[in-house]
């Protein structure tokens, strides 16, 4: 029988259809802004919070983050499933699904596994064989670990279902990506390559190439240097894009000083370099948990708890007055150790001057450290460990930041030690000229202390320019204010990131 539908039964129906329409209509449209968004793969042998050692980790945890917070980009991380990651992060991980990756002769199982955070979706590549270790490097077969890494992940893209359209590369472990591309997989894609620090490079023995890397013979004229295998080099030859961390040090790398031997293959590949300055994500003394008296830009007053409470727990005297100068550093030659070894006990025999070291590095200077404290008690404090809740408790407590890096790719505790009003004292190199600019400045407002050569002397008058401005209650509170309301967000850098990759697919 046939159905009379009444006026307003009709008038009903047409509603509901037209509300299942626009709802297709609208995913449609969403479907649409999603798949016009660029996707950027980022891979990295070390990411914040799951694993890092250094500045590399910290970056790769906080870039991408702010990346995704753009409508037009897609972007994913992707590491290794490192036994030194939290069981937290390890156990809220999905298992994806796993596949063989082959490697020269090998033929090694890899499992696949994916975690959301903050709107970033990370992927882990699994293999218990090279990555369930104590610790991320430094062990002799470092070579084929990251080689594996780097086939798994160019043999991923099928079953995460992201291909991407640019993979963004990390130092030496990820070089093999873009030469993988070029040899072997010919994606339709493009790659860039960050030089986080030159000085590591990747080398290894000629006669592994095929072995132990994969590579056609034919690959040697891109990753061949000097009688060995550069890995690094092969990157730089083969990327779509280079880039480093500042562009000062974009500029040094053209320099036998810092180039570590690749300067030709940077001038060979000039148009293809560019310098981006990193920025910092976190570091609130209003919020830490690390700190005994949170403070701020607008009311710094509990950074007078902070300090007093870093002397305490340091065995320095109690004094407000005395003047705490902190370095948080690897002890490492570049780290300009030397000129610290060579100057501080000058300093200390004509000031006030209390100090405090953490970190580890080489024998020679954890020794000199500890020997300082043992002649200045109660002045000098010497922390020989890795410890972030106490490089917290430094930052906020001291009054002063020493940094005088002999290079210094981009360098993030000059950043840090701002946000926790502590003022900088650096040498003009590499990110460190890019952040820093000197107090008598007339070109831009000064947030600290620069000086030029790499000398003690240099180190030293500029100490003494620090200090006495210290004594000048009113300038110095200024001068605190100016460097906490610095803004060393990625805010900017991400912009210039997202536009570089646009020029990139255009
Ligand atoms: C390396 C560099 C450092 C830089 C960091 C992040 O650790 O030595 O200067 O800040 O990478 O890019």
Redesign the pocket.
Known sequence: MKKIFSHAEQVSEIEQLAAVYNEILAASDEYGKEKKKTRILFVGSEVLPFAAT???G??LGSLPKALAAREDLDVRVIMPFYGDISEEYRSSARYITNYNVGLAWRNLYCGLFELKKDGVIYYFIDNEYYFKRDGLYGFYDDGERYAFFCKAVMDSFYFTGFMPDIIHTNDWQTALIPVYNTCKYHYDLKTIFTI??IEYQGMYDLSIMGDVFDLPPEAGSYVEYRGCINLMKGAIETANVVTT?SPTYAKELFDPMFAHGLEEIIRRNETKMTGIL?GVDGYDPMDDPDIDAPFSAEDPSGKALDKQKLQELAGLTVNPKAPVLAIISRLVPHKGMDLITQAMENVLQHSNIQLVVLGKGERRYEDYFNWLQNQYQGRVASMITYNKGLSRKIYAGADLFLMPSAS?????SQMIACRYGTVPIVRKT??LADSITDVTSEEKKGNGFVFENYSHEEMTDTIFRALSLYEETAQWADLVHTVMTEDFSWGHSAGVYAELYERMLS
């Open positions: 250094g500045g590399l910290e970056v986080h620090n961390v990193n210094e790719p981009c360098g993030l590499g990110g």
